[in-house]
């Protein structure tokens, strides 16, 4: 079909079946009239199986699309032999009956895990030249090595009528391929299509959203997460504000009900107001015990992205005090009642509850020492950092691809998953921290920070984090449709 147009396909089917409805209709009208004239009323119940009989009689005829018009016709001809359709066209053919005129029809299909999209088309009864002919359009503007499993396709697809009668069983069962259709991000919208000589042209289309810079504040009643969910904050924007201030605040114990917190964050919205993706965090504080903790979006003369005090120091610490998301603190750093073997002993970290294959992070930038098996901790990873500092990771249910002794980690990156290996009761993770060769507190432990800006950037750092003082005092919430946010001096920053 030359000029596909996948914004048409639904229309011009649902036009044909309208009209193939229309005439099956009237048939089965006229012949229930015509059977009436001799019906009489105790004997109605009879009525019904001539009519459904002349019904059948015309689905039996051949209906064809006009290629020129665009119209369905009744074509006198009844003695064309049914042709053995895809399964997939079953539905579509019971209400047409159509044996001659294309039949059109439109899928969707899910990139199975380890699948490519050569096999997609090969499972929903494409020709594979059609199928090769399409992914190598398609190749030119879209790299198929990005294409993810669970990326929705929508395929619209067609029979060739003409070389069906005439082909052998196994040609009949292959559809010929109209276009595809999909969106690989909320951005783009990516469409192939047949176009005159059976080849195919792709097209992508760049969706434009308008940018907007929103507040999300509140205070702890439930659980960070859902509170700030509650005041705009989408979940992407929260699992970033966890990381900004994960150095700072141990969201294992230190998260209390009433305590304050306050986002500004970039998002982009459609035509219709909906949010179709969020930027960066430009602004997060947090007021709980202690000091409050506040931060500023801020990119240093050398290219260096990161978030920094009023005064210029980097949120960043040497380590994290926590590898772990959703975790729950489950035994402390010290003395403890061994659980498994009975008596007191030193506990030399900390051990964290949570379910089997939770990811686990680098707490910071080193040097892998080892990862494999290791007596009673079972699976282990033990990693070398500046400043005299190790940390070690037990009972691991596995290794994140790839890592080995030798590897180099950065902060943040997934080290392994949680499991029960070893001597362990439950899945957990014990989490060790080593200073020169002694085991210390994570949790207490008085880290340096990751940056202090120097002289040279300061300027710059005030000039931006005063524009960002400015803009979040004028930012609306983002839980809010018209009305914009007011400035408010108790929470202004230093």
């Known amino acids: 079909m030359p000029g596909f147009d996948v914004t048409q396909a639904d229309e ?53 699309i006009d290629a020129v018009t665009d119209t369905t016709v009744l074509r006198a001809d009844r003695t064309t032999p049914a042709v053995p359709l895809h399964p997939a066209l079953l539905d579509t053919n019971a209400f ?59 395929l619209y697809l067609e029979t060739e009528p003409d070389a ?25 919208s990516i469409t192939v299509a047949r176009v005159s000589g059976d080849e195919y042209r792709t097209r992508e289309t760049i969706a434009e959203f308008e940018r907007q810079i929103v507040r999300s504040s509140g205070s702890i009643t439930s659980s960070l997460y859902v509170d700030a969910l509650n005041a705009g904050a989408t979940d992407r ?29 970039e998002r982009f919205v459609n035509e ?4 179709a ?21 801020f990119e240093t003369s050398d290219g260096g992205i990161g978030y920094y005090s009023a005064e210029g120091a980097s949120a960043q610490r040497l380590l994290m005090l926590t590898p772990i998301n959703g975790a729950r603190l489950s035994s402390s750093f010290g003395r403890r009642r061994h659980p498994i073997l009975g008596y007191t002993r030193a506990h030399n970290g900390t051990d964290f509850a949570a379910p089997t294959g939770t990811p686990i992070f680098a707490a910071g930038n080193g040097v892998v020492e080892r990862a494999n098996r290791f007596g009673s901790f079972g699976n282990y990873v033990r990693i070398r950092h500046a400043n005299g500092f190790e940390t070690a990771y037990a009972h691991l249910n596995g290794f994140a691809r790839g890592l080995r002794a030798g590897s180099r980690v950065t902060q943040g990156q997934v080290i392994a998953y949680v499991g029960t290996t070893g001597r362990s009761t439950g899945p957990h993770l014990h989490y060790e921290v080593h200073q020169n060769g002694r085991p210390v507190n994570p949790m207490t432990l008085d880290l340096p920070t990751g940056r202090q800006l120097t002289d040279a950037d300061m300027p ?15 930012a609306r919430p983002a839980n809010a449709t018209e009305t914009p946010l007011m400035a408010d001096s108790s929470s202004g920053a230093r």
Do not use: W
């Not at 990381?243 to 209390?256: E, H």
């Open 237 to 265: 924007i929260v699992v970033e504000l966890a990381g900004v201030l994960a150095y700072a605040i141990d969201f294992q114990r230190s998260i209390q009900p009433g305590d304050g917190f306050d986002i500004l964050f």
């Open 12 to 64: 011009r089917r649902a036009r044909g079946l309208v009209v193939c409805a229309s005439l099956v209709l009237s048939a089965g009208l006229l012949a229930a009239l015509m059977t009436s004239k001799d019906t009489r009323s105790d004997a109605a119940g009879l009525a019904a199986p001539a009519a459904a009989v002349a019904v059948l009689d015309v689905n039996a005829a051949a209906l064809e």
């Open 460 to 474: 710059a750092f005030i000039a931006e984090r005063d524009r960002i003082i400015a803009i979040r005092n004028d």
């Open 96 to 154: 047409t009956s159509c044996t001659r005129c294309p039949v059109h029809l439109q899928v969707e299909r899910v990139v199975p895990r380890g699948g490519t999209l050569a096999g997609l088309l090969d499972d929903a009864g494409v020709d594979p030249t059609d199928a090769v002919k399409a992914i190598r359009a398609l190749n030119q503007v879209y790299d198929l090595r990005y294409l993810r499993a669970g990326q929705s396709l929508n």
């Open 164 to 188: 069906a009668i005439e082909a052998d069983e196994e040609t009949q069962s292959r559809l010929r391929l109209s276009g595809i259709s999909f969106r690989p991000d909320v951005e783009r």
């Open 277 to 297: 993706r969020t930027g960066d965090i430009l602004y997060a504080r947090y007021e709980g015990r202690g000091d409050p903790k506040e931060f500023f979006r």
């Open 272 to 275: 219709e107001g909906q949010t």
